[in-house]
């Protein structure tokens, strides 16, 4: 069991750049998250997906954008990279029942 | 607005010795659930133990449990036995009932020393 995917695990851009960042999950689960996690501090949630078909944003959701392809991927767009953008990603996900989120490993992104 | 605080920024112990990590949250909910979640140097973010507001008994998974005092909004973690392999921040999280949204701490580094 892979449990949530992501990819890439690392990226480097360049301020104006575009890039979009990938996660997959295969435990059925109706609800993804993206979170962004910067030095001492814990998760933000950027953005969510309650379940297939519909997004909402999270705490801090300016210059990203989503896309919940179906049930098992949800992506994170960011459009025009900026140096504030520079972070380590989380997806998530979690089932109704538990209320539990579960992490993929993450994706390293710096942006020059 | 809720807040979760973690005051102890850095913790170390020797390996073998027990451990407690502090969590306090401030919420008018009523229904609500508790996490805590590790963080090893890989980064990868592991679910720890978790505990569900209206139930009073203390969650326990192996040699970690936690003490919830509901009324003092209290959510420690305790780690008996400590091992090297523990060594890791430590995130307390909140989330109300049915909301998606989880409230983190700012997390607290523990180091376990051989």
């Known amino acids: 069991n892979a449990g949530v995917t992501q990819t890439p695990k690392f990226q480097v851009l360049k301020t104006g750049q575009s890039m979009t960042l990938q996660c997959a999950q295969d435990?059925?689960?109706?609800?993804m998250y993206w979170y962004r996690q910067d030095p001492g501090m814990g998760l933000r949630l950027i953005y969510y997906?309650?379940?297939?078909?519909?997004?909402d944003k999270g705490e801090v959701p300016n210059g990203y954008n989503v896309s919940r392809l179906n049930k098992r991927e949800f992506s994170l767009r960011l459009e025009s990279a900026a140096p504030s953008q520079t972070s380590v990603y989380f997806c998530?996900?979690?089932?109704?029942?538990?209320?539990?989120?579960?992490f993929g490993p993450g994706t390293r992104l710096l942006v020059l | 607005a809720q807040t979760v605080t973690q005051s102890q920024p850095e913790m170390s112990v020797q390996e073998a010795e027990t451990v407690t990590l502090s969590c306090t949250y401030d919420?008018?909910?009523?229904?609500?659930?508790l996490f805590w979640y590790k963080q090893p140097p890989s980064r990868q973010m592991i679910l720890v133990i978790r505990?569900?507001?209206?139930k009073q008994q203390n969650a326990t998974e192996n040699r970690f449990s936690v003490n919830f005092q509901k009324a003092a909004k209290s959510f420690s973690l305790k780690i008996s036995d400590s091992q090297l392999g523990d060594t890791a921040m430590y995130f307390c999280?909140?989330?109300?009932?049915?909301?998606?949204?989880?409230?983190w701490g700012a997390g607290t580094k523990l180091i376990i020393k051989p």
């Open positions: 998530a996900s979690s089932d109704s029942l538990s209320e539990t989120q579960y």
């Open positions: 435990m059925n689960h109706n609800s």
């Open positions: 505990q569900e507001a209206y």
């Open positions: 999280a909140f989330m109300k009932g049915s909301n998606y949204q989880l409230i």
């Open positions: 997906s309650a379940s297939e078909g519909t997004t």
């Open positions: 919420t008018s909910e009523n229904n609500y659930y």
